[in-house]
């Protein structure tokens, strides 16, 4: 019995190109207070172009309708639960929204003299702070544009380092369990890929680490807790084994949720991590980013952090250039500011004792989940969970309904699917990460969605795998987008 | 607190369900070694009026009421309601990247009109969903020339802007992919064509052609795409002003674009988030980075749009992607989506010239370094920018960006930038000071 949602018509609407009419406006600007230039002039004849082939012409009244009809078409954490396993779809508080739009801050220019971003400045260096003492690392750079951009810069700062001391080895080791951002991101720092396997109980495997953990290793990327949702509890002599062969720990942050209070990773050994701010503090996933990934170290790599760095002189903050052993810098001027300013809210909100309280719910949740869950469907990793929890399709593909088929129907409840298929350790994956923002009622539903999905799968496996039906678009076909790329508008 | 959604009472009764004494229960598989023992060193949480009050002070000290001819990659434009109007609601703020496809369609529809945007705009078939920024999308054009040529040489001009210049340089140095510079005419403020013969050869992967370049010129990529074109090597154009796209013929030549949205409604916000773009020609599609939404049908026969050609990217690829990136910036590129509608065909032109008209008229008032044509930057030799500077500041001007960071050989030039929103009496009193006898007296 779906209770979540009904049915309700929504707005067709054509593409912009579609709808656009010559001489239709939805801009006005000012009368020039200086004279017109002739661009052809200023410019050069060859220089100049005639117009903008195809591009759009509205009016305010349609823009507006427009983009509201699309926005229509989707789902978001605002309208429930999204319970995607690592992306921590939790709740985007909305007074984020506005103090990142206050005018001495959303139009500061990166360039504008020192002495009048004071207050900028400030907003990092506090943010800085907070982060070094919630991950338990020494120093912390804002600069990464994004996670993927965060595990760049750490391995970056890890090759300085084995650099310095005289070679910066072949090998990065990664668990099988990982985010597809690990190995890509140490083959583009020049790292060749080794898959390190984990054991039956979906941890780490201290053995085949031993061996794996030649000279020719340079560091292990580890999620913790892992893709699972399970603590890596042996992680403290994974760094031993790692340190004692010259090899560093590097820490994928993404499931921090779990960590935030209760246990930080510069106290088990970790020598760099990142951080997802659109994750665990926040700020919005906006469809696909902006976000944010701070990377932490210890002092050990401190001289390495990208430059510019900011530092204290008489009492006033500044940007320190002239850093000689500093891997350069990963992106112009010092970071998503926007969204650090975000996520500095976030904290500010909590505070000490209400991060953790947010960790504990986050936690709460998911083993709520998976108690709610357990009779139902296939539990592969039996070890306790944290702030996920990955089932497996098991009992439901033995009637040819796979997990992308129980996603689908989800939504038919009135629910975003959780991740699907990840991570690849587990054959037919359900992750399932509900954060600390639902209440008991969401959760509920979701639980009841859930057991009903699988009584389906039952008594009338067609209709699981035909999701969703209650969508103004069915099942996409994917093969053919990919088979035949149409990537733009053309007129007919 | 109030984003917790859960009363005392509730939680007692999801604990008895999971079979928990306590919260601290749910902890209790975690090794002692590694637990934190103590509350985090932050704090109390505080009211939503406490931190807008924290909020507002900070932005107090920065900088408030100043008249700013600052560019150099980030330019002050007008940001239609609009823009915000769309992008602050829920539906678009607050959704994740659109894997699944039928509860996506907003997201989808309008990274695929943006798609279609950015090619228009810039001449190219194809166009992905964006990068973080216009500094990243250089070395990853960079990386990307080199898989399609199979060389890994680069060369840049010195005229790219020099923050884009130190991001190739760090995500070069372990590619395997040397990085040189291009010199640039001393009176032109051009890339040296002369310099390029001379450096480019046939391991040569791209040449990167910033225009208008870090000093405001027109750059001559159709003869710079020549060069490369006849050793085999790609030409990589890159924009930092996307608003001269609206008066500039696209980059005849091009194989790559690599571009900055910032000024399409995305407030400067000291340096981000602002969004990248990577734009290129159909036979390359498959050696681009990043998302890249495609038309297809949904089982009606409806159209629909998808990610796709995701066999590119990480979360399948691995560690053969053609590279790591995964969060990108769909939002600002929705912010840059609506300021494109906003403006349209003919405002977009309008908005171009306007910027033109504006920077004409300034230069006309102080002393050029470079005969190049410019768009909305030039570059003015003022003696010594820094204490210039600081004079204006007392006028409530920032002046323009001292060049001698970047370009010793030009210490005693700025790079000034005048757009829509300069109103000629700042540009009067920017004029007026350089000129001024006390601000002579100050510089001698």
Same mark, same amino acid.
């Given at each position: 019995m ?7 018509p ?5 593409l ?12 006005q600007?000012?009368?020039l ?7 052809v ?6 220089n100049v172009r005639?117009?903008?082939p195809?591009?759009p012409?509205?009016?305010e ?6 983009f509201?009809r699309l ?8 309208h429930?639960?999204y319970?995607?396993?690592?992306c ?11 103090v ?5 801050l959303a ?22 702070a ?5 991950t338990?690392?020494?120093?912390v750079t ?11 810069t750490?391995?970056?700062l890890?090759?300085?380092l084995?650099?310095k ?9 990664i ?11 140490a083959?583009? !720092? ?9 054991t ?6 201290l053995?085949a680490l031993?061996? !794996?953990?030649?000279g020719?290793?340079?560091?292990l990327m ?5 893709t ?27 499931n921090?949720?779990a960590?935030v209070g209760?246990?930080?990773p510069?106290?088990?050994g970790v020598?760099?991590?990142?951080l ?8 919005p ?5 902006p976000g ?14 990208p430059?510019?760095r ?7 903050w ?5 850093r000689k052993?500093s891997?350069g ?9 926007g969204?650090?300013?975000r !996520?500095?809210?976030?904290?500010l909100?909590?505070?000490g004792?209400?991060l ?9 949740n !998911? ?11 296939d539990l592969?990793y ?9 089932f497996?399709?098991e009992r439901q593909a ?7 088929d129980?996603?689908?129907r ?5 629910f ?8 690849m350790?587990?054959?037919g ?7 600390e ?5 969401e959760?509920?539903q979701?639980?009841?969605a859930?057991?009903?999905?699988a009584?389906?799968v ?6 699981v795998?035909g ?9 996409v ?9 149409v990537l733009?508008w053309?007129?007919? | 607190m109030?984003?917790?959604p859960?009363?005392?009472?509730e ?14 229960d749910?902890f209790?598989?975690?090794?002692a070694?590694?637990?934190l023992?103590?509350?985090l060193?932050?704090a109390p949480?505080i009211s939503?009026?406490?931190i807008v009050d ?15 001819f600052?560019?150099a990659?980030?330019y ?5 309601v ?12 607050t ?12 997201t989808?529809?309008a990274?695929?009109e ?7 705009l ?7 969903a ?6 990243t999308a ?6 990307m020339?080199?898989r399609?040529?199979?060389r ?13 210049r ?10 395997g ?19 390029l ?8 992967a791209?040449v990167?052609?910033q225009?208008?370049n870090f ?5 001559d ?8 074109h006849?050793h085999?090597a790609?030409l990589?154009?890159?924009f ?12 005849a030549?091009a194989?790559i ?9 995305i407030?400067?916000s000291?340096?981000?988030p602002f969004?990248?773009i990577?734009a ?23 159209r629909a749009? $998808?990610?796709?050609?995701?066999t ?7 560690e053969?992607?053609?590279?790591n990136? $995964? ?13 494109m ?9 309008e908005?171009a010239?306007q910027?033109l008209?504006k920077?004409?008229?300034l ?10 044509k410019c768009?909305?930057?030039?570059v003015?030799?003022?003696?010594n920018?820094e204490?210039v ?11 323009g960006?001292?060049l001698?960071?970047?370009y010793?050989?030009?210490a ?9 929103m300069?109103?000629r009496a700042d ?6 000071a350089?000129?001024?006898?006390a ?6």
């Amino acid at each position: 019995m779906i209770r979540k949602v009904r049915t309700h018509p929504s707005q067709n609407e054509r593409l912009l190109f579609e709808r656009s009419s010559p001489g239709k406006r939805a801009w006005q600007l000012p009368e020039l207070d200086v004279p017109a230039v002739d661009p052809v002039e200023a410019l050069g004849a060859a220089n100049v172009r005639d117009e903008i082939p195809g591009f759009p012409e509205v009016s305010e009244v349609e823009a507006i309708r427009h983009f509201t009809r699309l926005s229509t078409w989707n789902y978001a954490i605002d309208h429930g639960m999204y319970p995607l396993g690592s992306c921590t779809m939790k709740y985007n508080p909305r007074i984020n929204e506005l103090v990142a739009r206050i005018e001495g801050l959303a139009w500061a220019h990166p360039y504008q003299p020192e002495s009048l971003a004071q207050g900028a400045m400030e907003v990092m260096a506090r943010l800085e702070a907070a982060l070094a003492e919630i991950t338990g690392m020494d120093a912390v750079t804002l600069q990464p544009a994004a996670g993927a951009h965060g595990e760049l810069t750490g391995i970056l700062l890890i090759r300085a380092l084995l650099e310095k001391r005289g070679d910066p080895r072949q090998k990065i080791l990664i668990p099988d369990s990982a985010h597809g951002t690990n190995p890509a991101t140490a083959a583009i !720092a020049g790292y060749t890929v080794e898959n390190v396997k984990s054991t039956g109980a979906g941890v780490l495997d201290l053995e085949a680490l031993a061996r !794996a953990a030649d000279g020719d290793v340079a560091a292990l990327m580890v999620t913790n807790p892992n893709t699972l949702g399970v603590f890596e509890d042996n992680i403290a002599q994974a760094a031993e084994i790692l340190h004692a062969k010259g090899a560093m720990l590097y820490m994928d942050g993404a499931n921090m949720n779990a960590l935030v209070g209760i246990a930080r990773p510069g106290d088990f050994g970790v020598d760099v991590m990142h951080l997802n701010l659109h994750k665990t503090f926040s700020t919005p996933h906006g469809g696909g980013g902006p976000g944010a990934g701070p990377v932490a170290v210890k002092k050990s790599l401190e001289p390495f952090l990208p430059t510019p760095r900011l530092k204290r002189v008489r009492g006033k903050w500044a940007w320190d250039f002239n850093r000689k052993r500093s891997i350069g810098r990963v992106r112009a001027f010092y970071g998503n500011f926007g969204v650090l300013v975000r !996520a500095l809210a976030y904290i500010l909100a909590h505070g000490g004792p209400g991060l953790r309280n947010a960790t504990v719910d986050a936690v709460l949740n !998911a083993v709520y989940i998976r108690k709610g869950l357990e009779p139902f469907f296939d539990l592969p990793y039996p070890s306790p969970n944290m702030h996920e929890v990955v089932f497996s399709d098991e009992r439901q593909a033995k009637l040819g309904v796979r997990t992308g088929d129980l996603a689908k129907r989800l939504i038919d409840y009135g629910f975003h699917p959780y991740t699907v298929s990840f991570p690849m350790i587990v054959h037919g994956a359900l992750m399932i990460e509900p954060t600390e923002t639902e209440s008991k009622f969401e959760l509920d539903q979701f639980i009841d969605a859930m057991i009903s999905i699988a009584k389906e799968v039952e008594t009338d496996p067609e209709l699981v795998k035909g999701a969703p039906h209650s969508t103004r678009t069915s099942r996409v076909d994917e093969v053919a987008a990919a088979r035949k790329p149409v990537l733009r508008w053309k007129p007919a | 607190m109030r984003y917790l959604p859960k009363s005392d009472s509730e939680r007692r009764q999801m604990l008895d369900a999971c079979g928990a004494a306590s919260a601290e229960d749910l902890f209790a598989h975690l090794p002692a070694a590694v637990r934190l023992r103590r509350p985090l060193d932050l704090a109390p949480g505080i009211s939503e009026y406490e931190i807008v009050d924290y909020f507002r002070a900070r932005a107090a000290e920065n900088a408030n009421g100043y008249a700013s001819f600052l560019g150099a990659g980030v330019y002050r434009h007008y940001r239609p309601v609009l823009v915000d109007t769309v992008v602050s609601r829920g539906e678009f703020l607050t959704s994740y990247t659109p894997y699944q496809a039928e509860i996506s369609q907003g997201t989808l529809t309008a990274i695929f009109e943006f798609q279609t945007m950015i090619c228009q705009l810039t001449g190219m078939d194809v166009a992905n969903a964006s990068m973080y920024d216009g500094s990243t999308a250089v070395p990853e054009a960079a990386m990307m020339a080199a898989r399609i040529t199979g060389r890994h040489r680069v060369l840049a001009a010195r005229t790219v802007h020099p923050e884009y210049r130190e991001v190739l340089r760090t995500y070069a140095l372990h590619q395997g992919m040397p990085v040189e510079e291009v010199g640039y005419g001393k009176d032109s403020g051009a890339i040296d064509l002369d310099d390029l013969e001379r450096k480019i050869d046939g391991q040569t992967a791209a040449v990167i052609v910033q225009s208008p370049n870090f000093f405001g010129i027109i750059d001559d990529v159709k003869s710079a795409a020549e060069i490369a074109h006849r050793h085999g090597a790609l030409l990589v154009m890159v924009f930092t002003e996307a608003v001269s796209l609206g008066i500039l013929a696209p980059p005849a030549g091009a194989d790559i674009v690599a571009g900055e949205l910032q000024s399409f409604a995305i407030s400067p916000s000291y340096g981000g988030p602002f969004a990248g773009i990577i734009a290129t020609r159909d036979q390359f599609v498959r050696q681009m980075p990043g998302r890249l939404v495609g038309q297809t049908v949904d089982t009606h026969g409806n159209r629909a749009f $998808c990610l796709t050609l995701s066999t590119r990217e990480q979360h399948i690829r691995r560690e053969k992607a053609t590279s790591n990136i $995964c969060t990108n910036q769909a939002l600002i590129a929705l912010m840059a989506t609506v300021f494109m509608t906003v403006y349209g065909k003919e405002g977009l032109r309008e908005l171009a010239l306007q910027n033109l008209a504006k920077a004409h008229y300034l230069a006309g008032k102080v002393q050029n370094v470079f005969t190049g044509k410019c768009f909305n930057e030039f570059v003015v030799r003022v003696g010594n920018p820094e204490l210039v500077n600081k004079a204006l500041l007392k006028k409530k001007i920032i002046g323009g960006l001292p060049l001698g960071r970047f370009y010793p050989e030009l210490a005693d030039s700025m790079l000034l930038c005048a757009t829509e929103m300069t109103s000629r009496a700042d540009m009067d009193a920017l004029s007026g000071a350089l000129r001024a006898p006390a601000a002579a007296e100050e510089l001698a």
